[in-house]
């Protein structure tokens, strides 16, 4: 897991290279963001980090990624590619796994009614296991560069995940959302993967980071077998 004190420290350096890149001062860099002189002093020094939506702003003023500021290298990012084998059209295949509409906090996959089955691929099976994997109704924008909207992510069963890996997440009582999952020091930072600006990283620190379940990591992607490209 990462340190959140050295997580701090990299952010304000991070923005006071930005800042001082872009000609700005402390005060003028303040006045773009709606806060104060002290609290860009602040987060330069690393004794505080920035709101997600400040973190936010500034990825928009200074044109990078969100993962820029809270990623623990540059290279770092919210693109980051599956692996070679992870991207595949539907193949003839004698297995096929249970695909749900939404999965709800509380309750068993087991317990779930199913949407519908999907055929996997013979070396999705083989490397992971037919009883382990489950498919999950990809709705919305939100992890578009990875997953499009009406696809399957085909996921792994584990309730517990590497930090940068993407996987299917249950947040407070909701319905399962899949995110990748950045883990601090002190909790969780989970991570859209999109090309719309509207989704933003949200931090969850402490107690609320303990209403964070992890219930599959995504091992593919597939689209349905009436998708049209």
């Known amino acids: 897991m990462y340190d959140f004190n050295n997580i701090r420290e990299s952010v304000g350096k991070k ?12 005060e003028q860099l303040a006045e773009k963001l709606g806060v104060s002189k002290g609290s860009i002093s602040s987060w330069e020094k690393g004794r505080t980090a920035p709101r997600m939506d400040k973190v936010s702003q500034m990825a928009e003023i200074f ?15 919210l693109s980051t590619p599956l692996p070679p084998d992870a991207i ?16 709800s906090a509380g309750i068993p996959l087991e317990a779930i009614e199913n949407l519908t089955e999907t055929s ?3 070396h999705v099976i083989l490397k992971h296991g037919e009883d382990k994997l489950f498919g999950l109704l990809v709705r919305g924008d939100s992890m578009n560069k990875i997953v499009h909207d009406g696809h399957y ?17 249950i947040v407070n009582g909701y319905d399962a959302t899949l995110k990748r999952v ?7 930072l989970l ?9 933003t990283p949200k931090m969850y620190l402490d ?23």
């Open 182 to 188: 950045m883990l601090l020091d002190r909790g969780v």
């Open 120 to 122: 996997v691929p013979d």
């Open 15 to 26: 923005i006071k290279d930005k800042r001082t890149s872009f000609d700005l001062t402390q």
């Open 191 to 199: 991570e859209p993967s999109s090309y719309n600006p509207e989704h």
């Open 88 to 103: 595949t059209r539907i193949t003839a295949s004698n297995y096929k796994i249970p695909v749900y509409g939404s999965i």
């Open 153 to 169: 992510a085909i996921l792994c069963k584990t309730d517990r995940v590497e930090s940068g890996e993407v996987a299917a997440v």
């Open 207 to 229: 107690q609320e980071a303990k209403d964070i379940k992890v219930i599959g990591k995504l091992v593919a992607v597939m689209s349905p077998p009436d998708f049209k490209f």
């Open 63 to 77: 044109n990078v990624p969100w993962s820029y500021f809270v990623s623990e290298s540059e290279e770092t990012s």
